[in-house]
């Protein structure tokens, strides 16, 4: 608390916000092309900001600006991504398929979590997963085709499945 009472994290965020909104909106439309889009990543970078555990001390506000906006075009772009990939696959299937607004945007969110936890997982630990989970593999053929040993390959996919467990209580 500061001397009139009130919570000096918000403060420093307001200052932080009039001071480099218009920088980081510009910022964002240089990359995204679009103004819309930049305002609003803009406002989400500062809506990470205010809702953070724990501000870092700040010395170069605009790099801390920049690195959260950053990941959330990537966020962005993933989203874009897979709304693209689950669209093609709903185009692809012979009888159409009737999905509501809501049901879409469960879907979505579902796939982002998934890719997400995905993303999450170690690049051997993920390539092992996705090897028996969509390929079909026996844990021997992944085995062999990895170089690792049948142990190796059960320690990576309990990794990989206790991860789906923890999203599927999510």
Partial sequence: MDASGKASAPLDIELLYGQHHGWLKNWL??????CADAADLAQDTFMRMLT?????ALREPRHYLVTIARGLLIDKARR??????????????????DVSPETYHLI???LMAIDAMLHGLGARTRHIFLLVQLEGLSYVEVA????LSVTTVKN???????QCILLMDE
Avoid: C, D, F
């Fill in 29 to 34: 439309r240089g990359r995204t092309g679009n």
């Fill in 80 to 97: 874009r991504a897979l709304e693209h990939a689950y669209l093609e696959v709903l185009a692809a299937r012979p009888e159409p398929v």
């Fill in 156 to 162: 990576h996919l309990g990794k990989a499945l206790l």
């Fill in 52 to 56: 953070a555990r724990q501000l870092p």
């Fill in 108 to 110: 979505i969110e579902s």
């Fill in 144 to 147: 062999r085709q990895t170089g």
